[in-house]
């Protein structure tokens, strides 16, 4: 388990720059936890005070209950094998061939050769780069290249593995695929994994819990469906609306405008997760209560492998018939709120 305590890290003279004021993070064993934030809300300095590449101002970095940041060198460096990290441009050696590049930190701690083909070929075989290890990086594909990268930072069995924007510099296909593999990293290996990334989609597809960063603070953080489902801060909501675009449109913002005057307490968002996808919901309630039902706009989708729905809906009849469709609804694992003027 890693566990972030009031982590501080100022920079420059008189520590002026105060990129992150008091960060705490809990990253279960075996879990995909990613950071999301805006560029300069300290993403890099937070992932990079995890192995000390930048060393915190205050606060405990603990692996495993042990605190990084009180730990004499040598036992810091046997600690600091645990954790593997990945980088944007992959940061691989190009004067070396594919087999060489994941074998460094072996060659690094003076393993025998045999462990070292052993291994490495069974690194390679792991990220699907088999037929590659004689090749150099120049003549691999960014994806490939990333592979090699993930291959590399699993070479010395480590518990935690750090993803400073893995993915930023493929194209969505090419994104996919190494996503799969961090998955298979996580359920295979069991390896804990902490990503920072501007990507909210990234965070969407992979990650098990979600944290959001501004100006050096965590603002928010949850598991990846409460914080889609409900996100709290604005800053959350405009992350979650660039992969779950629940925007109104204006044409249906008209209706509901007119049709509140109307019928104030008549429009609501319908937010489907978790076992309420499974149930017939809006037919159960148009059948079980004296209400009519007019669905104004929506959207399914995909969230972590299970559907997601998100919908406005209208809602018509006595305030307590509508009261009881909406207690109904609620008891079935799905939220319903009342759309305000904002959309939401
Ligand atoms: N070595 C440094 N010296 C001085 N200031 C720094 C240094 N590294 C980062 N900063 C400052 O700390 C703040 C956080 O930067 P950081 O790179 O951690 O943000 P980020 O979220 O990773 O941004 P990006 O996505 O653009 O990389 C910014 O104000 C940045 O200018």
Do not use: W
């Amino acid at each position: 388990m890693l566990v972030l305590e009031d982590i501080h890290k100022s920079y420059g003279k008189e520590n002026k720059v105060h990129a992150l004021k008091g960060i705490n993070l809990k990253v279960e064993k075996g879990e995909i936890f990613g950071v999301v934030g805006f560029s300069g809300a300290g993403k890099s300095t937070l992932i990079r005070c995890v192995n000390l590449l930048e060393r915190p101002t205050a606060g405990k970095v603990l692996i495993n209950g042990v605190d990084l940041l009180s730990l004499q060198p040598s036992d810091l460096r046997k600690q600091r094998k645990k954790i593997g990290m990945i980088f944007q441009q992959y940061n691989l050696l190009h004067s070396k061939t594919i087999f060489r590049n994941v074998a460094m930190p072996l060659i690094l701690e003076g393993k025998p050769k045999d462990e070292i083909q052993r291994k490495v070929t069974q690194l390679l075989s792991f990220v699907g780069l088999e037929d590659h290890m004689d090749k150099y990086p120049e003549q691999l594909s960014g994806g490939q290249k990333q592979r090699v990268g993930i291959a590399r930072a699993l070479a010395t069995d480590p518990d935690i593995l750090l993803c400073d924007e893995a993915t930023s510099a493929l194209d969505p296909n090419t994104t996919e695929a190494v996503l799969e593999l961090l998955r298979k990293v996580r359920d295979e290996l069991g390896i804990t994994i902490l990503m920072i990334t501007h990507e909210m989609n990234v965070i969407r597809d992979v990650c098990d819990k979600v944290a959001v960063i501004e100006r050096g603070i965590i603002v928010e953080q949850g598991s990846v469906i409460d914080v889609f489902t409900e996100p709290k801060t604005a800053i959350a909501r405009s992350f979650v609306r660039t992969v779950l675009n629940d925007t109104i449109p204006k044409s249906v913002q008209k209706l509901i405008e007119k049709s509140s005057q109307a019928n104030p307490h008549g429009i609501y968002r319908i937010i489907f997760k978790g076992a309420s996808t499974n149930i017939p919901l809006l037919s159960n309630i148009a059948k079980q209560f004296s209400i009519d039902l007019n669905v104004l706009h929506g959207m399914i989708t995909e969230l972590q492998g299970k559907p997601f729905g998100n919908l406005i809906v209208e809602l018509k009849g006595d305030a307590d018939e509508i009261h009881r469709a909406v207690h109904y609804i609620q008891e079935h694992d799905a939220v319903i709120k009342e759309v305000t003027e904002d959309g939401f």
